[in-house]
């Protein structure tokens, strides 16, 4: 299991190599208690659309060298009236590139908890693309926003409510 790990790649004799890549970051948990859902992992890749429907980004040229590529893991579990956590990173790095990072999802928003849920609700959280906003807002407009997408990663998280809840658990 490589998920949230370096890995090293050695020396490469590569020099003036074109390289093509897909660097996709781990995904976003989901909120507790009345959550939204968490965000998929930014997305870049040299091939085909990247991520929030950006275009193909250049090819890497790379070099002699060591290269890292970090695997991004997805947001640990929560329980409870928690807010999902954030995926984590991904990267292509060496010498003579710049380093191409995906961004973790965002973690879902929940109803939040405590006596009053009228006030306590949390929105999605921002990543590679945005968590789904928590349910439960309990005044106008009776929505709990998701959280924003990363610009040519993904989107931003879709809108939670429910207007019905009485407020007790």
Same mark, same amino acid.
């Given at each position: 299991n490589m998920f949230g790990q370096s890995l090293n790649m050695g020396s490469l004799a590569a020099s003036g190599t074109e390289l093509n890549y897909l660097v996709i970051a781990?995904? @976003?948990a989901g909120?507790? %208690?009345y959550g939204g859902g968490g965000g998929a992992g930014g997305y870049r890749t040299s091939t085909g659309t990247s991520g929030g429907g950006a275009s193909a980004e250049d090819a890497l040229v790379i070099e002699d060298g060591n290269y890292i590529i970090t695997v991004g893991s997805g947001g640990s579990p929560v329980q409870g009236t928690q807010e999902g956590n954030n995926g984590t990173d991904s990267s292509i790095a060496g010498p003579g590139i710049t380093t191409v990072t995906s961004v973790g999802g965002g973690g879902g928003g929940t109803a939040g908890g405590g %006596?009053?849920?009228? +006030?306590s609700f949390v929105v999605g959280q921002d990543g590679g693309s945005g968590g789904g906003g928590? +349910?439960?807002a309990q005044t106008s407009p009776y929505t709990v926003a998701g959280g924003a997408g990363t610009s040519n990663q993904g989107? @931003?998280?879709? +809108?939670g409510g429910l207007g019905s809840f009485n407020g007790t658990t």
């Open positions: 781990g995904g @976003g909120g507790g %208690s %006596s009053n849920y009228n +006030t928590g +349910t439960l989107y @931003g998280g879709g +809108t």
